[in-house]
């Protein structure tokens, strides 16, 4: 039984450019969170997606956006990047009932020149 | 924002001694969970503690949560070198729909 699963694992991009990166949840699981992690710090939240529907959404400017698909994996796009956007991105899967632990990808490593 | 904090920021002890690390948050929570970070890699899932349970224990693992007080710790027993790594609390604050809230991370070092 796969994890949760990312791709790229690594990337490399210049300010100003748009990136994708994508998620496939852990099976049976249909809800997906998007997280950004600066390095020594802890994960923050960007958006959570249920039903192909952003859920709720945290202290994230519109520049991020993302998707969820009807088998439930995601995508998350970043626009106009900024080489502060230079982090560990996560996503995390879980089932739809309550008290359930989320399960991590390996993240993608986003590098901005 | 940060909802938790871990305390202390970094831990190193040797091998087979206890580790304790400390997380406090600031508003009510449906639950808090502790996950592991291995460098470089993801989170991996610990123990989830309900709002309405005091203490839970997992293989080496103990977790008690004080909601009066806001807190949590986390206890590894007879701790090993691979239990080096960061460890984190999250928070699911009441009334979200599975936000997860994380502190700053407690860098444990476990020397053989």
């Known amino acids: 039984d796969a994890g949760v699963t990312q791709s790229p694992t690594h990337l490399i991009k210049t300010r100003g450019q748009q990136v994708t990166l994508r998620c496939s949840p852990k099976?049976?699981?249909?809800?997906v969170s998007w997280y950004q992690q600066a390095l020594g710090q802890g994960p923050q939240f960007i958006f959570q997606?249920?039903?192909?529907?952003?859920?709720q959404r945290g202290n994230f400017p519109d520049r991020f956006s993302g998707h969820q698909f009807p088998n439930y994996s995601s995508e998350l796009n970043v626009n106009a990047l900024l080489l502060g956007d230079s982090a560990l991105y996560l996503c995390?899967?879980?089932?739809?009932?309550?008290?359930?632990?989320?399960?991590f990808g390996d993240g993608t490593r986003l590098s901005i020149l | 924002s940060q909802q938790g904090e871990e305390d202390p920021q970094a831990l190193s002890i040797q091998e087979g001694e206890n580790a304790t690390m400390n997380c406090s948050y600031k508003?009510?929570?449906?639950?808090l969970q502790w996950y592991r970070q291995n460098s470089g890699r993801g989170l991996v899932h610990l123990i989830l503690?309900?709002?309405?349970?005091r203490e839970k224990h997992s293989g080496r693992l103990r977790v008690t949560l004080d909601t009066s007080k806001k807190s949590s710790s986390l206890l590894i027993t007879a701790s090993r070198a691979a239990d080096t790594a960061s460890y984190f609390c999250?928070?699911?604050?009441?009334?979200?729909?599975?936000?997860?809230?994380f502190g700053s991370g407690t860098q444990l070092t476990v020397l053989p």
């Open positions: 099976s049976g699981h249909d809800t």
């Open positions: 503690i309900r709002s309405n349970e």
């Open positions: 995390a899967s879980s089932p739809g009932t309550m008290n359930q632990p989320q399960h």
């Open positions: 508003t009510s929570i449906n639950n």
């Open positions: 997606y249920y039903e192909e529907e952003e859920r």
């Open positions: 999250g928070t699911i604050a009441s009334g979200s729909a599975r936000q997860l809230t």
